[in-house]
């Protein structure tokens, strides 16, 4: 028995030293790793500082330069004109650019901007009322029912006044509340040399700036049902009672190069005349260098001047200056 008790005892002194041992081993461990924590951290903190910055923004886009100091010299029949670099607004040319005059049927980029955000539903379809004719507009008729892209086109294309007034009737809007929004869409822009009294640019009230204008081209043309619109030479309409087809040709000659550009095309544009306006046009022209402008012309002489100086205009542009890449 005695025996037995001294076995049960040496068991259980041996095991307390034991256990102080893994203590001690345990502890040792927790040392070492609390060691080379420590000298990680000390390791971290001895490094420079290095920040992690977000990348720099390019450059802003350098304006063309004439290298050249070449003026232009040819003679304007236009009583106003703007040249401008399409991406830095950068005025190239001027001439009476902050003048108002009566803006004829460059009117319609206005109207157009404000129909293609009331538009929901372009395959709809519309009678021509009695109230939307207008006269000298005789490619779309009172009762004749169109699809409203078609008038859309019609409108922009060929200019066709009673085109615009059928729009306006489908928005739900009244001729005034259209136009009072077109001024509101003016002043938001910025446009303060610009006021609308109608929404189709018979009025001899509706008046802006080249340099209004110019702003307008390039916010009405960034809308690309306006922009794809406003480069066609021609449109085929559908009256879809009769079925009968009609041919809508372009008011815009430099699309069909009856004026020249140089190693350039139209990107898009809008003619006016009134004979208080006198011959309208804004363009944008694109190079082969892929470098665009927008060309504003005002009371041009004659139908034919306002291309050909805006083409003038354009060739010395592209022929003189230089854009910068960096």
Not at 150 to 175: C, H, K, P, R, Y
Request: no cysteine.
């Amino acid at each position: 028995m005695r025996n037995f008790v001294a076995v049960i005892a040496i068991t259980a002194v041996i095991g307390v030293v034991a256990a102080r041992q893994e203590v001690a081993v345990r502890a040792s461990d927790d040392v070492v790793k609390s060691d080379t924590t420590i000298g990680r951290l000390s390791d971290i903190a001895a490094r420079p500082l290095q920040r992690v910055l977000p990348p720099l923004p390019p450059p802003p886009p350098k304006p063309p330069v004439n290298i050249y100091s070449q003026p232009f010299e040819k003679k304007l029949t236009a009583q106003s004109a703007i040249v401008l670099d399409h991406v830095t607004d950068t005025i190239l040319f001027e001439k009476n650019a902050a003048v108002a005059r009566p803006l004829a049927s460059m009117t319609k980029l206005m109207s157009a901007l404000i129909l293609v955000e009331r538009i929901s539903d372009w395959h709809a379809t519309t009678t021509i009322s009695v109230a939307a004719v207008e006269e000298g507009n005789q490619a779309v008729g009172r009762g004749e029912v169109y699809s409203v892209e078609d008038l859309f086109d019609a409108a922009l294309i060929g200019s066709l006044n009673t085109a615009v007034n059928a729009l306006i009737q489908t928005t739900g809007m009244s001729e005034e509340e259209f136009v009072n929004e077109m001024n509101d869409r003016a002043k938001d822009l910025g446009m303060l040399d610009t006021s609308f009294a109608d929404a189709t640019g018979l009025s001899s009230h509706n008046v802006g700036s080249p340099r209004d204008v110019a702003r307008l081209t390039k916010i009405a043309l960034s809308h690309p049902r306006i922009k794809i619109a406003s480069v066609q030479e021609h449109v085929t309409i559908t009256e879809l009672q009769s079925r009968q087809k009609k041919a809508v040709k372009a008011t815009d000659w430099l699309l069909t190069q009856s004026a020249r550009l140089t190693h350039a095309h139209v990107e898009g544009g809008k003619t006016g005349y009134t004979p208080d306006a006198g011959f309208n046009f804004s363009v944008q022209i694109m190079n082969d260098d892929g470098h665009e402008i927008r060309v504003v012309i005002m009371g041009a002489a004659d139908v034919y001047a306002r291309f050909t100086e805006a083409a003038d205009l354009a060739n010395w542009v592209f022929e003189n200056f230089v854009w910068v890449r960096k």
